[in-house]
């Protein structure tokens, strides 16, 4: 994953938006995953990765019960002001590490993950998803979405690692690292782990949940 000074540097250059209008959308959104959380009792879930709050804002007001965090304080502190302007309580986002959250273990019953472990090599991600597991019941849910790739993700100045991994050198995007995912490899990457959905999101991200054994 790009570093801590890369995301923060990149959600400081955008703090000036009006996220707000970016939420309408996101406000009781439906979709397949929410019913699989409701129909398997989940009450309690994390938003890891939050960025500016939207998949915090769509289970929020889809009534669960929702902690959230994101390794840049400017992020946190735009999802803070978005749930507010939502009617929502703020004070369980907070800053961290997808490798070192802070939560108990099993503290959810279940965990969200939007376009966050397609920003690290391989390896990264999957000390990510060791962590995310950890701090999920037996039993519990964890939804992971990645962005498919496209021609424009290869077009900025990059460097090609060895994972296939793609980190990249040209100035807007200096030090972002993206891995791209087709189903396959997301497959591969979740090899025994119990796979019980998939689908293609609203942009064509995939979209996996897996129960934790």
């Known amino acids: 994953m790009a570093g801590k000074d890369y995301w923060e540097t990149s959600w400081q250059r ?8 970016y939420a309408a959308p996101f406000f009781r959104m439906k979709s397949r995953e929410i019913e699989i959380f409701r129909e398997n009792h989940l009450h309690t879930v994390c938003d890891a990765g939050c960025g500016f709050g939207a998949y915090t804002l769509v289970y929020a007001s889809n009534g669960f ?36 959250t802070g939560y108990d273990d099993g503290a959810f019953d279940g965990v969200i ?10 390896s990264d991600a999957k000390k990510a998803l060791k962590e995310l597991l950890r701090i999920t019941r037996k ?26 991994s793609i980190q990249y050198t040209a100035p807007a995007k200096a030090g972002m690292i993206y891995h791209p995912y087709d189903a396959d490899a997301l497959d591969n990457f979740l090899e025994g782990k119990i796979i019980i959905h998939r689908n293609a999101g609203p942009k064509d991200e995939l979209v996996v949940i897996i129960k934790k054994e």
């Open 113 to 122: 993950s939007f376009s966050v472990i397609d920003h690290m090599t391989v």
């Open 139 to 164: 039993g519990g849910l964890i939804l992971l979405a990645v962005d498919t790739p496209d021609e424009d993700d290869l077009k900025p100045a990059h460097l090609l690692l060895d994972d296939g």
């Open 65 to 100: 019960s929702v902690k959230s965090f994101d390794i840049s304080e400017t992020a946190v502190n735009i999802a803070k002001q978005l749930m507010r302007r939502y009617g929502f309580e703020s004070n369980e986002i907070k800053t961290a590490s997808i490798w070192d």
């Open 14 to 21: 955008d703090a000036h938006r009006d996220f707000s209008q």
